[in-house]
């Protein structure tokens, strides 16, 4: 492998390497790649928001005899831009949740993510997370599996995912701010971050993460929906990117990670695991 060659900077596995999407240690520029990935994600609300208002894609499910929800009465709220949009309150905190889970990743692509990031992982994580966001608000509008079938506002289920969510996202996007203060400071060159929010995780960004997507499932198709979606995250970060992760800050930050992982106990979530 040529000196300047940035994969020298990773010391891990070729195997683990292939399990990973982020290039460790390697800050190639990449403008392409990033702004196909800003733009993916910046079409799904409008995506989410099609399907919620319009119904799309919901032709399909009425042919094979699947019964979806009715529109619901629009929410008023006094504020033109949003009740321009004629979505139930509801509707409105699915169209929400999609609206938050893009900006926050928008803003850790433009201005917190240091790696590359090639055009073709790009699309697929764009595509990843639009998969996601489209289960919760079809399986929203679908009556069988609905969170939303009681006449009262708000839910439980609505309540409980609505905290997991914003608990999640703001955990995912404080500690990956704090983490790049401190990474931004020369002083800290070649040092590993244990501060802040990491101090109670060490992966508590994928901690943050597992959460709101637990709950962004939950409010859309009920406790059900969100246990399933909650445990698969939970599964692929504790058997496939924190080890690969884990190998990586071993080999490269050495004493001091053992330091962290004695100090810090748990991987993802505080007090779970």
């Known amino acids: 492998m040529a000196e300047n060659d940035p994969r020298a900077n990773d010391p891990r596995s070729e195997e683990s390497k292939s399990k990973d999407l982020i290039s460790r240690g390697d800050h190639t520029p990449t403008p392409f790649g990033k702004a196909v990935f800003f733009l993916a994600r910046a079409a799904d ?26 529109a619901g009465l629009p929410a008023h709220t006094g504020i033109s831009l ?5 979505l139930s309150p509801y509707r ?21 993510s240091g790696e590359p990031m090639a055009t073709h992982n790009s699309l697929a994580v764009g595509a990843f997370n639009t998969v996601f966001n489209s289960l919760s608000t079809y399986a929203f509008l679908i009556r069988a ?5 009681e ?16 608990t999640g996202i703001l955990t995912e996007l404080v500690a990956e701010i704090q983490r790049k203060r401190f990474k931004a400071d ?18 508590i960004n994928y901690g943050g993460y597992t959460l709101w997507r637990a709950g962004y499932a939950l409010v859309g198709g009920g406790w059900g929906l969100g246990a399933l979606v909650g445990a698969f995250f939970f599964w692929d970060f504790s058997q496939r990117a924190v080890p690969v992760l884990s190998e ?14 004695e100090q810090t106990k748990y991987r993802l979530i505080p007090g779970v695991y």
Not at 82 to 86: A, F, K, Q, V, Y
């Open 92 to 112: 409105l905190v699915l169209l929400g949740m999609a609206v938050g889970s893009a900006v926050k990743q928008n803003i850790w692509v433009t201005l917190l």
């Open 248 to 261: 990586y800050c071993e080999k490269r930050y050495s004493n001091d990670w053992k330091k962290f992982t």
């Open 82 to 86: 949003i009740d321009g949009l004629e």
């Open 45 to 70: 609300p409008f995506l989410q928001y099609s399907i919620l208002a319009h119904g799309l894609g919901t032709g399909l499910l009425h042919r094979v005899g699947i019964r979806t929800l009715p």
């Open 151 to 166: 006449s009262d506002f708000p839910q439980p289920a609505l309540l409980v995912g609505g905290a997991l969510y914003v």
């Open 186 to 203: 020369p002083k800290n060159k070649g040092k590993i971050y244990t501060g802040g929010l990491w101090q109670f995780a060490r992966h």
């Open 145 to 149: 599996t609905s969170a939303s079938m």
